[in-house]
């Protein structure tokens, strides 16, 4: 079947620019995460969504940072005035359920540059 | 200091060669640990959880010390197929927190 997917792959930003990153969850997967990795680090926890209860924020780097999921599929992650430091690999996954008992699967990742 | 720390490595060895490494975590109440893989520029994977009383995969075993904290991965009879980044992964409820990775790299 289909896995998670997002879009684009690459974007490129000047300094400043606001940008929008795009996931589709696997049909069905309730909970959905969004984490980066920069070079050479470890993925970084950014936001988690399960359902319709409140988002857990508490990874987002800044306010500049925000992530809504409509109707319980889709999510966009929006950075807002974007920085060099905000260059990484933005990671989306979801999983049937919350917990770690369940294995969370990656999209191929939307890989950002701001010049 | 980090939540999850690894040897970044890289380790280079020949096929047929068994290589091990491990990491530390920090959060002693850490409820499980898993091994993910992630070749170069691809997604990370599942490779397998991590359980206390230790656990193989095929050619790869996994140990769990809680008492030390550290996790190990081991892989047996290399192949080259087996080439790629492994990232320990520990799990508080839904949040998963990831190590930098270890790189290795089997030669022919």
């Known amino acids: 079947g289909a896995g998670v997917s997002q879009s684009p792959s690459n974007k490129v930003t000047e300094k400043g620019k606001d940008v929008e990153l795009r996931c589709d969850p696997i049909?069905?997967?309730?909970?959905l995460y969004w984490y980066r990795q920069s070079l050479g680090q470890g993925l970084e926890f950014l936001i988690y969504f399960q359902g319709n209860s409140a988002p857990d924020k508490s990874g987002l780097p800044s306010d500049r940072f925000s992530a809504e999921r409509t109707g319980g599929s889709v999510s966009t992650l929006t950075i807002q005035r974007t920085q060099q430091e905000d260059s990484a690999v933005y990671l989306c996954?979801?999983?049937?359920?919350?917990?770690?008992?369940?294995?969370?699967?990656f999209g191929p990742g939307t890989r950002l540059t701001v010049t | 200091r980090k939540e999850v720390e690894q040897d970044p490595g890289p380790f280079n060895v020949p096929e047929g060669a068994t290589v091990a490494f491990n990491c530390t975590y920090s959060n002693s109440a850490s409820q499980s640990f898993f091994w993910y893989r992630q070749d170069c520029r691809k997604e990370p994977k599942l490779l397998m959880s991590?359980?206390?009383s230790g656990n193989e995969d095929g050619r790869f075993t996994a140990q769990l010390n809680r008492a030390s904290q550290y996790i190990s991965l081991l892989i047996r009879d290399s192949k080259l197929s087996d080439s790629a980044t492994y990232l320990c992964?520990?799990?508080?409820?839904?949040?998963?927190?990831f190590g930098a990775g270890t790189t290795v790299t089997v030669r022919a």
């Open positions: 049909s069905g997967h309730t909970a």
């Open positions: 991590v359980y206390s």
């Open positions: 992964v520990v799990a508080n409820d839904y949040k998963l927190s």
């Open positions: 996954a979801s999983s049937t359920l919350p917990g770690w008992g369940y294995e969370q699967y």
